[in-house]
């Protein structure tokens, strides 16, 4: 062993540790203080000067509070029984001990789950109450950093207690974090632990639960990674977790019961499975339980009704245990509805189905009822799932989990690119505000999408296909605001408005064509300023009719473009080709309810004639069809969202002798061209001289306009050896005299002998 020098320390130091001698606890009593001892002198080492007390990494296992004595010598370190057992260690033998010095930020212990033992068995048993006890190790080791499976030894009403750190749970940080320490503060919540024949009997835990966790604990959404589901978040704290607070002497003066099941519902990627995630670790009871739907489901015979009874025989054995002080019980069912069908709604002739919705029922409702479980559903599909499940006791809190408003996807992009913007990559001109604009009706699982794609976009700038063994810079990584536009591009909203299906319905765009037109517009754009702010009329209807070819479609497409509506879709009779009379229903019913999940939409029902397999021989029409459509034009919506359908149709005495004309509650007549609409459309085009725009205005009369593009493109091609390019381009005009040749080819008055 190395000699001592003058002051009788140990010389031999490296990188800040030091090799010091242990020795035992000066007296007694300073063994339950889990403090070390040592020289005033080593003291002033270890000082860590913002904490103002001194802090030492022991053996590389744990992490003790130092305090001088006078009786300790330089170079030794004092530590009890308990503490040198833990290090392996005994007295004179030597031990690495180093300055520690603790982060400045995610340090704090919210959480430390320990399991009590006595120092000498006893024969008899002793109740402690977790509310005092909790007081009373504040008070003792308050401001003393623990660590995983240390062990420590107090005194508490005249019996010596040990007490071994099974868990912890740090502020700022998760569980998947791999947290092993941190440092005891004035909100740390005890959670105290007995092995079953210790002797020991921990009572008012759940008590002790509501006076510290949920008091000081503040739950950040956008740190657990939620983001646009506030609103929600606050209604399902509000009737799921608000009875839980209170101690059970206070809900049981109530006479209520908890709450003991909640369903989740709405699109697909809008948070369901996210939110639910994040509830269970937020709540102070068993890790939860996540359950896939059709994981229960077995083949054989009474199997599946048995998984189900597993997943609640914890809750069933710690009720029966503990009584009243049982831990809370998460169960998380991801996609229910794939297994709690409407009884008798499946035909396979086996009742599995309605076994499983049986046993569920008769666990969380039944005459042996669960008051320690809560039950979490999620699914896209709330009308499948059997009523009896929904009903109050059951799943009673059913909360709608919709698409993100403006300020929900502000949030999202936040979330998604905090990273990035920490690390520098997000580069400065990505304005998020702008993106949350322009992205409505987006999920939460599409905007992340769009996150990922514009990544793609700026990793893909920093290879070279020509050589992919080029070394990479990460340093010039750069996710830029075009990277963001080209990821909308990408990635499309399943609810979105369908932005080509639009385009396609007006082709050559959106020319004057007069003020009849005019006016028909900007009627229509007035219904759709009243369906944006309308309180009492949340569903409105309009019906163009007129000519075929006079431009019907394409003036409800440019309304559902001008809208700016975040969901506008167009159903006609070109996308259900070869479909049965029930399949076409089913689109149409379909279209209704997605329009129904945003706040604001617009439904196109283009040429219902054809929609309704109209034929004038019989006549013949889809009355399924036709009775579907009188549904829906007159359902209002869910609350909070409005909806404008706007139909066309050019055999609008088909439609009132149906009754389907007075489901709309305004129709506008949409007119052919008269002379002075053709000469303005003409006008714009500037395809003709002005000596020949005149002759070509008073050839036409009473035109349907998209015969008249027809015409003009006709026209266009001109005779052999002409070029069409150079008329498009303004460099020629149209020839009139070939004008005129297709005007009868097209009226059917030229004789081409």
């Known amino acids: 062993m190395a000699g001592y020098g003058r002051s009788g320390f140990n010389a031999k130091e490296s990188a800040g540790e030091i090799l010091m001698i242990v020795t035992n606890t000066p007296a007694n009593d300073l063994a339950f203080t889990n403090c070390a001892y040592c020289s005033l002198t080593d003291y002033k080492r270890f000082y860590v000067q913002p904490l103002r007390q001194a802090l030492a990494s022991v053996g590389n296992s744990v992490v003790l509070t130092l305090q001088s004595h006078e009786s300790i010598k330089d170079g030794e370190i004092a530590l009890n029984a308990i503490q040198r057992r833990h290090a392996r260690v005994s007295t004179r033998d030597t031990i690495s001990v180093c300055r520690f010095v603790p982060p400045e930020k995610n340090f ?359 050589d992919l063994t080029k070394p990479l810079d990460e340093e010039s990584i750069k996710v830029s605001m075009d990277d963001f536009l080209n990821a909308l591009q990408d990635i499309k909203p399943a609810f979105g408005a369908a932005t080509d299906n639009l385009e396609r319905c007006r082709l050559n765009g959106m020319v004057e064509c007069g003020e009849r037109h005019k006016r028909i517009y900007e009627r229509v754009m007035l219904l759709v300023e009243q369906v944006k702010w309308s309180k009492g009329s949340p569903l409105t209807t309009c019906l163009l009719e007129g000519p075929s070819g006079s431009g019907k479609t394409a003036m409800a497409a440019t309304v559902g473009i001008d809208s700016d509506f975040p969901f506008v879709k167009v159903v006609s009779a070109e996308t259900m080709i070869g479909l049965s009379e029930s399949s076409k229903c089913a689109v149409i019913v379909k279209v209704f309810e997605d329009a129904y999940k945003s706040p604001l939409s617009i439904v196109i029902l283009d040429d219902i004639e054809r929609l309704l397999e109209f034929v004038v021989i019989g006549p013949r029409f889809s009355n399924l069809i036709s009775q579907t459509l009188l549904v829906l034009l007159k359902k209002i919506p869910p609350k909070g969202r409005n909806l404008l359908v706007i139909g066309t149709t050019s055999e609008v005495q088909v439609l009132e002798s149906l009754g389907l004309r007075k489901a709309f509650g305004v129709t506008f007549h949409v007119p052919t061209l008269r002379r002075e609409d053709t000469r303005k459309i003409l006008q714009q085009l500037s395809m003709f001289s002005e000596d020949d725009l005149g002759a070509a205005v008073d050839a036409i009369d009473e035109i349907p306009i998209k015969k008249l593009f027809m015409l003009i493109e006709m026209a266009a091609q001109g005779k052999a050896g002409n070029s069409a390019e150079a008329i498009y381009s303004g460099k020629e005009k149209i020839n009139i005299y070939h004008f005129f040749d297709c005007l009868g080819y097209l009226t059917g008055s030229d004789d081409l002998d």
């Open 108 to 466: 704090k212990l919210v959480l430390l789950t320990v399991e009590l033992e006595f120092v000498k068995a006893r024969g008899k048993s002793e109740q402690l109450d977790a509310i005092i006890l909790g007081e009373q190790l504040h008070k003792r080791f308050r401001s003393q950093v623990f660590t995983v499976g240390q062990r420590a030894s107090f005194e508490y009403c005249g019996t010596n207690y040990i007490f071994t750190v099974n868990n912890v749970a740090v502020e700022g940080l998760d569980d998947s974090e791999n947290v092993e320490r941190g440092i005891l503060s004035e909100e740390t919540y005890f959670v105290f632990e007995a092995p079953p024949n210790s002797g020991i009997k921990i009572i008012n835990q759940r008590e002790a639960a509501s006076s510290n966790l949920f008091r000081h604990k503040d739950f950040d959404l956008q740190k657990l990674g939620i983001g646009g589901l506030s609103d929600q978040f606050t209604d399902i704290f509000r009737r799921a977790f608000a009875s839980r607070v209170f101690p059970p002497h206070v809900t049981n003066k109530l006479g209520i019961k908890h709450v003991k099941g909640m369903l989740l519902f709405g699109p697909p990627g809008t948070g369901k499975t996210l939110i639910a995630r994040q509830i269970g670790k937020m709540l102070n009871g068993r890790e939860p339980k996540i359950v896939n739907g059709p994981e229960v489901l077995s083949k054989y015979v009474g199997e599946t009704e048995k998984n189900v009874r597993d997943l609640f025989a914890d809750a069933e054995n710690d009720q029966r245990t503990r009584g009243d002080q049982s831990d809370l019980h998460v169960i998380i069912f991801d996609e229910i509805d794939a297994i709690c069908k409407t009884r008798g709604s499946t035909r396979d002739g086996t009742g599995v189905h309605d076994g499983i919705v049986n046993q569920l029922l008769t666990k969380i409702d039944g005459v042996e009822a669960l008051n320690n479980v809560l039950l979490i559903g999620m699914t896209n599909r709330k009308d499948l799932i059997d009523e009896a499940l929904l009903r109050p006791g059951r799943l009673e809190i059913q909360i709608e989990i919709g698409l993100p408003d403006e300020n929900g996807r502000l949030q999202i992009f936040q979330i998604h690119t905090n990273k990035m913007k920490e690390n520098s990559f997000l580069s400065a001109d990505v304005n998020l505000e702008e993106l949350a604009a322009r992205t409505k009706n987006f999920s939460g699982a599409e905007i992340e999408g769009v996150v990922k794609s514009a990544v793609s976009f700026a990793l893909n700038r920093q290879i070279s296909l020509d």
